[in-house]
């Protein structure tokens, strides 16, 4: 099981990024994805997952109606679009594989105790 992030890069306050977080090993569509950051000096937070129950999405608040995921599962991969980009959004960005949905509703959807896998992880800079 493998999760490889990408698209990480320098950007402008207001400009935009897309990850991607490919995933092989294991059918993508199986599982909830979630994408997490962490920003220098703090903890790592959730910013957004999609449900395998259903594909719902769920996002932190401070990323709603900037951020958006989706996925492919014809690729197996999972994509997050990040707009109007702010200076606080720098940070690295994790996407990670829950182990099942049935956990993330019991412990949380950004309990890192409900992901089993992790990808490495790409950096964000927002900056002018």
């Known amino acids: 099981v493998q999760l490889q992030a990408s698209g990480g890069g320098l950007v402008q306050p207001g400009g935009s990024l897309r990850l991607s977080c490919a995933a092989s090993?294991?059918?993508?569509?199986?599982?909830?994805i979630g994408w997490f950051r962490q920003a220098p000096g703090k903890e790592r937070e959730g910013v957004s997952c999609t449900s395998s129950k259903d594909g719902s999405p769920n996002y932190a608040d401070s990323v709603k109606g900037r951020f958006t995921i989706s996925r492919d599962n014809a690729k197996n991969t999972v994509y997050l679009q990040m707009n109007s980009l702010k200076p606080e959004d720098t940070a690295v960005y994790y996407c990670?594989?829950?182990?099942?949905?049935?956990?993330?509703?019991?412990?949380?959807?950004?309990?890192?105790?409900?992901?089993?896998?992790w990808g490495q992880g790409t950096l964000v800079t927002v900056s002018s």
């Open positions: 990670a594989r829950a182990a099942s949905w049935k956990l993330v509703e019991a412990v949380g959807v950004w309990s890192e105790s409900a992901y089993d896998y």
């Open positions: 090993g294991f059918t993508l569509g199986s599982f909830t």
